[in-house]
């Protein structure tokens, strides 16, 4: 009985389960500059792999705030930021490629778990310099990850609009800096 109200009350979880989870962020500071790392969990649905198979890039934005701690809502952001990761899939070579839209890099993979695990995998990212920040005033970085549909194709924008398989985002995820 306990095994079946507990897989009840688990129930809700797995199936409303997010696309988009930010599984760990960490902040340091090397010279004068706050660099970020974090790992991201993309759980893609089917429609979405789909296009990606049939080489609809995905862009992912990820959204980056620095603020103070117990800031008001009309207090403006130290920092804010979006960086955007391409993940395409090349039919031709049959790789896989992440492209780093800021750096202009890219990375080719063989598969695509680990394509999309790579994507998901943020390593010094600069956030903030530390003149940025008042010296005493404690700050947190705010991460979230999201589908930008407005990166897609044209004519696929309306049906992602529409559809509740391209929207997918994470939610905020809060770190003290």
């Known amino acids: 009985m306990r095994t079946l109200l507990l897989l009840t009350a688990m129930l809700p979880g797995l ?5 988009i989870v930010i ?4 902040a340091r ?24 198979e049939h080489g609809v890039p995905l862009t992912i934005e990820l959204q980056l705030q620095v603020a103070r701690i117990g800031a008001w809502f009309w207090e403006p952001d130290v920092v804010s930021l979006q960086r955007y990761r391409v993940l395409r899939f090349h039919a ?32 010094s990212l600069p956030v903030a310099d530390r003149r940025q920040l008042a010296a005493g005033v404690r700050y947190e970085i ?3 990850a999201s589908l930008d549909i407005e990166s897609l194709p044209l004519t696929l924008r309306p049906l992602a609009y529409l559809t509740p398989d391209w929207n997918l985002s994470s939610r905020w995820h809060r770190y003290p800096l």
């Open 92 to 123: 031709l070579t049959q790789l896989y490629e992440i492209q780093d839209l800021e750096h202009n890099h890219s990375q080719s993979f063989a598969t695509r778990d680990i394509a999309i695990a790579a994507l998901g995998e943020i390593h």
């Open 15 to 19: 199936l409303w389960a997010e696309p």
């Open 29 to 52: 500071q090397q010279d004068n500059r706050y660099l970020l790392d974090a790992t991201i969990h993309f759980e893609f649905n089917e429609t979405v792999l789909e296009a990606l």
């Open 142 to 144: 705010k991460i979230r």
């Open 23 to 26: 599984q760990q962020v960490e």
